[in-house]
């Protein structure tokens, strides 16, 4: 079980950080649920910054991992239970970079290995790690996923 899982890992869930506009943080469609855009919001801490100038790249990656906390929590709320995630389909992940930084997948991969380390061959995924000028309130980064739910 996932939860025995986080358990294990010493991992805690943060609490469900609320959507910034008009939207709903996850929308389930048949056995896929599709994870709109959660930032580094673990409780009251948000890591703000560009990474290369204010932010390293090891700070990037926590980052990345708080974010793919965030989502968890997310989609814990949701589903009731993460033991519904079949398997992880498809990460997209934006960082917000200083000109010249060009290492977004090794930022990315906060996340990425967070699900990995979670869910095990489940939490592979394709992604897309992209960086960009600006990102929402100045967040270090944004990820949005695609999940395959187990057919009950």
């Keep these: 079980m996932i939860s025995e899982r986080l358990v294990e890992l010493g991992i805690e869930l943060p609490p469900v950080s609320p959507p910034a506009g008009n939207y709903v943080g996850c929308v389930v469609i048949g056995d896929m649920v599709h994870v709109g855009g959660h930032g580094p919001i673990n409780g009251t801490e948000i890591i703000r910054g560009k990474v290369g100038s204010d932010l390293s790249l090891e700070e990037a990656k926590h980052a990345a991992r708080a974010t793919g906390l965030?989502?968890?929590?997310?989609?814990?709320?949701?589903?009731?239970?993460?033991?519904?995630?079949?398997?992880?389909v498809k990460v997209f992940g934006m960082v917000n970079v200083a000109p010249g930084f060009n290492q977004t997948p090794a930022v990315i991969d906060g996340c990425?290995?967070?699900?990995?380390?979670?869910f095990g061959e489940a939490g592979r995924?394709?992604?897309?790690?992209v960086g960009l000028a600006e990102l929402p309130f100045d967040i270090a980064v944004e990820i949005e996923l695609i999940a395959r739910?187990?057919?009950?």
């Design 70 to 88: 965030s989502i968890l929590a997310t989609l814990r709320a949701e589903l009731g239970d993460l033991d519904r995630i079949e398997r992880f």
């Design 112 to 118: 990425s290995d967070l699900l990995v380390e979670v």
């Design 125 to 129: 995924h394709t992604r897309s790690a």
């Design 149 to 152: 739910l187990r057919v009950v």
